[in-house]
């Protein structure tokens, strides 16, 4: 089972600070990150900052080591230092390396040899002709050598910046399960909770439009849920509801 979120593109739109704005889509990428998300969909829902959330989510990602390789300096990464690490399994610390562990890499060709900055003080022969960041497994310390591999176990999320509204880019994505958070919901604590199989995906609003005002009823759920039933507040941001989803969600996972 993978599970997917939709977030709008409109996620940023009560707040100027880059502070703040930095802040809040870390806390998207660590609740996607608690609760072993693996696709992150952005839609269009009439805001300007796809490119910005995704940007940081796909910074928030990658293991630290690999960072400076992959992203230049940008004014726009400036705050990322207010969010808590990820600390998913593939955000791997120093240490001696361990012949079958698995690590995520940058692989580059070096003459007519391929190496890999794997994390660690040296870099690793890889045994294969793949360039780019890519998964590796440990197959020889002594020289330390690397073959690519996949990983077995939660291995962070990938982000897709869709140019579509919200139904076309569900469409796209080739769910099985399609669930929608909303005020207006069934109570989730007594609502017929469809099983969860294959690609199931969480659909969440703006924060000045709901999902059912962003369709305009073009597309059918499985369920519209309150996620947040009896809620003390006049409004649970973006953020606050993917968390409470994925936590109520999670207590039915079983994969």
Not at 213 to 231: K, M, S
Request: glycine share 10%.
């Amino acid at each position: 089972m993978a599970w997917h979120v939709f977030i709008p593109d409109s996620l940023l739109e009560e707040t100027d600070d880059p502070k703040i704005r930095t802040y809040k889509v870390g806390q998207v990428a660590r609740a996607c990150a608690i609760f072993g998300v693996e696709h992150i969909w952005i839609y269009r829902a009439g805001g300007r900052d796809g490119r910005f959330i995704k940007l940081v989510l796909e910074y928030m990602e990658t293991p630290q080591y690999l960072r400076k390789r992959l992203f230049p300096l940008l004014p726009e990464l400036k705050y990322v230092g207010v969010v808590p690490p990820l600390r998913t399994p593939h955000h791997k610390l120093k240490g001696k390396p361990r012949v079958g562990e698995i690590r995520e890499g940058f692989a580059f060709r070096r003459g007519k040899r391929v190496y890999a900055d794997i994390g660690l003080d040296e870099l690793a022969l890889v045994e294969g002709s793949v360039e780019g960041r890519a998964t590796f497994k440990v197959v020889s310390v002594r020289p330390l050598r690397v073959v690519p591999a996949k990983p077995t176990e939660y291995w962070g999320y990938r982000v897709h910046l869709s140019r579509k509204p919200l139904a076309k880019t569900l469409k796209k994505a080739g769910l099985n399960v399609t669930i929608a958070t909303s005020r207006m919901g069934r109570d989730v604590r007594e609502a017929e909770i469809p099983p969860l199989r294959g690609e199931v995906g969480f659909v969440f609003g703006s924060p000045k439009k709901g999902v059912g005002e962003l369709l305009g009823g073009e597309f059918d759920f499985d369920a519209v849920l309150n996620t947040v039933p009896n809620q003390r507040t006049a409004t649970v941001r973006t953020e606050e509801a993917l968390l409470a989803t994925l936590a109520v969600f999670n207590l039915m996972r079983r994969d």
